[in-house]
């Protein structure tokens, strides 16, 4: 659902655990995560504060570029623990020490790529006016995504995160289409519409999965 506070149009998205956080924020989309349970009047009240107190952005930029979605971000350090997400093109994260160790990065990718992915998801949920119980990430080197075997949800390649974000949405709408069976008609309806160069990401799909007959 959207909610305009302030002039400001802000999208809340339910999500099964506790508190309210950052999904994406920059000049184009406001996007937050909020539990189901939050009164109408505190989450106002956080997204006023959050429009106002400028919080987010604080930090400065002395870490390295972290590449993400095909390409170099820049990384602006927050002062606090708190999940990485992007606002303005930058990649706001905490960072323990001078410089992210590998591991902190990979867990960022890993926050980045399920923020990423989790958003297109509820679009499609809307659109389909459908609810995938459960979106995970596991390394795969068969298929972007898989089915869950008793269809409690998707579990999406870990590596994606190295891959452009025109092709990671056309993987989510693929996998969306698979979750609910989507008639071929249907398929290549939206398809045609939605992702007019469906062709030559199909044709990368196939080269970094080793696919020939990827849908």
Request: charged fraction near 25%.
């Amino acid at each position: 659902m959207i909610w305009e506070v302030d002039g400001q149009k802000i999208k809340i998205i339910v999500k099964a655990t506790e508190g309210i956080e950052i999904h994406r924020w920059d000049s184009d989309h406001k996007e937050i995560l909020v539990s189901g349970n939050i009164s109408k009047d505190e989450l106002k009240w956080s997204i006023k504060n959050l429009l106002a107190t400028g919080a987010l952005v604080q930090g400065d930029f002395t870490v390295e570029p972290i590449g993400v979605f095909g390409r170099k971000w820049p990384v602006r350090r927050l002062l606090h623990p708190q999940q990485p997400f992007f606002y303005e093109n930058i990649i706001h994260c905490y960072v323990k020490g001078d410089k992210i160790s590998a591991k902190d990065q990979k867990e960022i990718e890993k926050q980045l790529l399920l923020q990423e992915i989790s958003r297109e998801v509820a679009k499609w949920e809307e659109y389909f006016r459908i609810m995938i119980p459960k979106i995970s990430l596991r390394k795969n080197t068969k298929k972007p995504f898989s089915i869950t075997s008793n269809k409690d949800g998707i579990l999406f390649d870990s590596t994606l995160c190295h891959q452009s974000i025109p092709l990671l949405h056309f993987c989510v709408f693929n996998a969306i289409a698979e979750y609910i069976s989507l008639s071929k008609d249907r398929y290549h309806e939206i398809l045609e519409k939605k992702y007019p160069t469906h062709s030559s990401l199909t044709r990368i799909i196939n080269y970094e999965y080793n696919e020939s007959n990827y849908n």
